[in-house]
């Protein structure tokens, strides 16, 4: 990708690409895609468009965008997905490692530089007890891994948002603590344009991480989640909430017995098995992966 060339950028995800957290001043979201798109290159050559859409799931993306995504024939993609698998009762780690693999391979076949990331643990952001909070881990986790080696198998950009220092600072979330607020969003910009130079794409102008807008009020801010984090828990009561409660139940059950690590060998069988049907059909092995020259 050369300084001249025009840049297609297409983001695919979840609410945390649609922008939530980040509002501007019209009510509108923006979001770290778009403030990374702002900064990809110079004004008038790069076009941006933002597929993500609010409670997407893995399979979601894979069926519902990554075709989009494709006929835009983008240079550079975002796929940043999955806090919300782990939120549901149909949590299945071969289910989501067939929908990363098949959208993080059809988006590098397509000659883009893709973009993933190692996602946050929500307990944590929560502050959830540990009970509960242990289950949302080890399902992160799962993701994580998955995540992972899809990008050591195609080289994506990968941004270790879990390992971060910044990440679970509390001025980087919003109200819902689910969401980055906006000096969150721009950390997720800066770090994938710092990323993307290193890997040799230029970058016209690296995203401030210092906050353009001033935060929303807190009368806005209890508005909005009383709004929008009820629809969510009302959802969830249905869902997320038994499945919880249950792995909370099986967890400390397992854990009077002595048997605790009966629950991490149970998650770890399923995550070996869905990692080892993630093989792509141009695949190469690590000696040839480590010596392949860098797509950008």
């Given at each position: ?15 945390i ?34 597929l993500?859409?609010t ?22 993609a975002s ?7 782990t ?9 989501i ?18 973009l ?6 929500p ?57 980055p607020s ?13 990323l ?12 401030d ?10 009368r ?5 989640l ?19 409660l249950w ?50």
């Amino acid at each position: 990708m050369r300084p001249s060339d025009r840049i297609r950028y297409v983001a695919l995800g979840d609410s945390i690409t649609v922008g939530l957290g980040d509002p501007m001043p019209d009510g509108s979201w923006r979001g770290w895609a778009a403030l990374l798109a702002d900064g990809l290159g110079a004004p008038g050559t790069v076009e941006f468009h933002n597929l993500a859409r609010t409670g997407a799931l893995t399979a979601d993306v894979a069926r519902d965008q990554l075709s989009a995504a494709v006929a835009l024939r983008p240079t550079v993609a975002s796929v940043v997905v999955g806090v919300n698998d782990t939120l549901r009762a149909t949590f299945d780690p071969a289910a989501i490692g067939a929908s990363v693999l098949k959208t993080v391979s059809t988006l590098h076949r397509a000659g883009a530089v893709v973009l993933t990331a190692r996602l946050p643990e929500p307990g944590r952001m929560f502050g959830l007890p540990a009970t509960l909070a242990r289950p949302l881990a080890r399902r992160i986790a799962a993701v994580n891994a998955i995540t992972d080696h899809a990008a050591s198998l195609y080289r994506t950009v990968h941004f270790d948002t879990a390992g971060h220092p910044d990440t679970y600072r509390p001025g980087m979330w919003s109200v819902d603590r689910l969401h980055p607020s906006e000096r969150g969003h721009r950390l997720l910009a800066a770090s994938y344009a710092d990323l993307l130079r290193e890997r040799g794409v230029p970058v016209h102008r690296r995203p401030d991480l210092e906050p353009g807008n001033a935060p929303p009020s807190r009368r806005a801010q209890v508005a909005w989640l009383a709004v929008e984090g009820t629809k969510w828990i009302r959802a969830r009561c249905t869902d997320l909430v038994p499945q919880l409660l249950w792995l909370a139940a099986e967890e400390t059950w397992y854990g009077l017995r002595g048997e605790a690590r009966r629950v991490d060998e149970r998650l770890g069988r399923d995550l070996a098995a869905a990692l080892a049907t993630l093989v792509g059909p141009d695949d190469v092995s690590p000696a040839e992966r480590e010596h392949r020259p860098v797509e950008a």
